[in-house]
């Protein structure tokens, strides 16, 4: 593939709910172009873009691929985009690096929540989109309604650029408006031919809207067209294309992506009037002090900068670095300074990529998507500069994760390979994390939905042959005392030698939340060697770990030791440890231990119409409402849930929102659990604790 000039590249993201039907897209936009000799099929698990096994597994994308292809000299770089909000986080990275989006909607069924979450970041974003209403040869497919349906739920002034003739069975083609072709698929090859005159009434009153929204573009077209004069071809489509990157309007195509209408109307478009990423203004970035920033305008001359997007380890060609160029070129034999690591790199691995196959290059000039290979320190989120001006670009923001499970080895060989294993994951999909909670001894991993927990268990299966499973975490609950009490801890042992002794009498009191831990030295007369302080306050602190109702962390405890014995001979630093635990265990359990909960803030976003479902749901889990905002055209629900109803919540919602609910939640306060319910955990505690002591 050749090189190409920033003017001379579009990165168009293919964006939409699960099932929209984007990658059969490609794969008509691939075949039409003849870089494939067939239509390959996502039930049959042979498309270029879903070349993941678990895509093939699942029948739908999980990961955002790469497909340059090369039209009326020009690149574009499709990203199919997966359509499950769980995978937020290639989503998120794919529009940043695009410079447009077309957003597909299956025109049977209606708009679905992954084509509104695709509006919402491209709102974000700020990205120049077109809307393609597809699926119009499939039963009930309804173009007006959901042309209807768009208007709605975006708010927004649709534009028709073509149109079907025919829907459903009748389905006939796809009438481009620009040009008075028709566009009839065959098996999923395009075959244009003049419009029938059937449609020339229609074709007639839309160009002359288009027409109409075309000269708002442009000052000079506005005249023209105030003075009657026509615009010509050329004029319309300059029009039209400043108004599609003012947001002004949204253009909509037809298509039938299964059969190949309407496929070349949409490169005709995204050559014509999507913009250039210098077309878009400069891309932002930062000095590496993070206090000055820098537009980077997209100069193929100027120094280079390039933003990772995409990480992927590939079993053959290893880790793969999906990145754009934000300024200057990436070439190879050169050095480039990874900013936000600190480390140099060679580039000797330079390629582009089209789903799984490869093809190398040399250059890849500012404003191109490209890959590296065999890069050892880079990862998602880097920046990789000219040594001699680096600046950075701050990694793409995520939502908070909002599911976590526990990972649950089958063997202890098995538990000791997860830590690697799932770091090489996480490497490729910064939205997952692991970490170890010592508290209820678990591996928790956590990411954004059920369905991305387990992609990543399936794949660390696949990929290091360990067996492992998820299941619900254990609550990290903790525990405090709500009284003083005081008492003896006494450790005495004689072993026909020299024994072990200790003593010291122990005062503890409840401090307030967040005070963590506290200790005080009150012996007066020496009756405890000053020497022993340490272990007497090692020895609380052993024991707090392992509190005595139900084995969880002791917080928010003062201990003061003041009073105590020591013998000349037997004490020591052992043995005042080993009082100074029994000590706080004697005296905790007369001092009214009770039992702590994790409280989280919960913000769950939900069209107006599940309101009611939803806060009735949350009252049901113990939760308090704090409040409720109106965003947009959904209601935004505040409020306060212990972390233990919330494990298994995202099915819940999904199920009560018909998918259009999402929720964040962040730590947010332990507080006492009520009397029921820590009377069964304390309940469920003990077998495990007899356990531990045999």
Not at 10 to 18: D, K, P, Q, S
Not at 201 to 218: K, M, P, T, V
Not at 639 to 645: G, Q, R, S, T
Request: proline letters at 5%; glycine letters at 8%.
């Amino acid at each position: 593939m050749k090189e190409y000039a920033p003017k001379q590249i579009r990165n168009v993201a293919l964006a939409g709910h699960t099932g929209s039907g984007k990658t059969t897209f490609t794969e008509a936009i691939l075949y039409n172009l003849k870089l494939t000799d067939r239509m390959g099929r996502v039930e049959d698990g042979n498309t270029v873009s879903d070349y993941d096994p678990e895509e093939q597994k699942r029948l739908m994308s999980i990961n955002a691929s790469l497909l340059p292809v090369e039209y009326r000299g020009v690149k574009i770089n499709v990203l199919d985009l997966p359509g499950y909000r769980d995978f937020v986080g290639e989503i998120r990275n794919a529009m940043r690096v695009s410079d447009a989006v077309a957003i597909l909607v299956d025109a049977s069924g209606g708009i679905e929540v992954g084509a509104e979450l695709a509006w919402e970041y491209a709102d974000e974003f700020k990205l120049p989109r077109v809307v393609v209403l597809n699926k119009l040869n499939r039963e009930r497919a309804n173009f007006q309604k959901a042309l209807d349906d768009v208007k709605e739920a975006f708010g927004c002034r649709p534009v028709i650029v073509s149109f079907p003739l025919g829907e459903g069975a009748e389905f006939k083609g796809v009438v481009n408006v620009l040009t008075g072709k028709m566009s009839v698929g065959n098996g999923g090859k395009a075959q244009l031919q003049d419009a029938p005159p059937e449609a020339k009434e229609r074709l007639e009153a839309l160009r002359a809207e288009l027409i109409e929204i075309a000269a708002e573009g442009d000052d000079e077209l506005t005249m023209k067209f105030l003075e009657g004069e026509n615009l010509t071809q050329e004029e319309i489509v300059r029009g039209l294309k400043g108004v599609v990157l003012s947001g002004r309007v949204v253009p909509v195509l037809a298509a039938a992506g299964v059969v190949g209408a309407g496929v070349m109307e949409f490169l005709d478009f995204a050559v014509d009037c999507l913009p250039a990423p210098s077309e878009r203004g400069p891309f932002m970035a930062k000095s590496v002090d993070g206090n000055e920033d820098i537009a980077l305008d997209y100069d193929e001359n100027g120094p280079t900068v390039a933003f990772v997007f995409k990480t992927v380890s590939d079993p053959y060609a290893g880790r793969l670095t999906f990145f754009k160029v934000l300024r200057g070129q990436v070439a190879n034999d050169t050095v480039l300074l990874n900013v936000t690591r600190g480390v140099e790199e060679k580039v000797s691995h330079l390629m582009t990529v089209r789903g799984k196959k490869s093809e190398p290059v040399n250059r890849a000039l500012a404003g191109d998507i490209a890959v590296l290979a065999k890069l050892s320190t880079t990862f998602t989120g880097d920046t990789l500069c000219d040594p001699k001006n680096p600046v950075k670009v701050e990694p793409t923001p995520m939502p908070p994760q909002t599911v976590q499970m526990a990972v649950v080895a089958k063997s202890k060989e098995d538990e000791e390979k997860i830590g690697m294993a799932m770091h090489r994951l996480i490497e490729q999909d910064p939205t997952l994390t692991l970490y170890r909670d010592q508290a209820v001894r678990q591996t928790i991993l956590c990411g954004m939905g059920d369905t991305h927990l387990e992609v990543a268990v399936s794949r660390l299966r696949a990929q290091s042959k360990v067996e492992v499973d998820l299941e619900i975490p254990k609550v990290p609950y903790r525990e405090t005392i709500t009284k003083v009490a005081q008492g003896q801890g006494k450790h005495k042992k004689q072993s026909g030698g020299r024994g072990q002794f200790g003593e010291c009498w122990l005062r503890l009191e409840p401090l307030p939340e967040g005070s963590g831990f506290q200790f005080e030295w009150q012996i007066v007369g020496g009756v405890i060697p000053t020497k022993f302080q340490p272990s007497v306050e090692k020895g609380i602190v052993q024991a707090m770990e392992k509190g005595v109702l139900a084995g969880y962390p002791v917080v928010d405890v003062k201990a003061i030791c003041y009073d105590g014995k020591d013998h000349p001979v037997d004490s020591s630093d052992m043995a005042f440890q080993i009082a100074a635990s029994k000590g706080f265990k004697n005296v905790a359990k007369e001092a009214n231990p009770i039992l702590l909960e994790p409280i989280y803030k919960v913000k769950v976003t939900v069209p107006e119409q599940y309101m009611g479902d939803v806060m009735g749901d949350l009252n049901s889990r113990r939760g308090r409402i704090l409040g409720m905002t109106s965003h947009g055209r959904k209601q935004v629900i505040e409020a306060l849930v212990p972390l233990a109803e919330m494990f298994e919540y995202s099915k819940q919602l999904r199920s009560m929102t018909q998918g259009r609910g999402t929720y964040e939640m962040v730590f947010d306060h332990y507080e006492r659990v009520p009397a029921e319910i820590q009377a069964k955990v304390v309940a469920a505690a003990k077998p495990e604790a007899e356990e531990e002591e045999e």
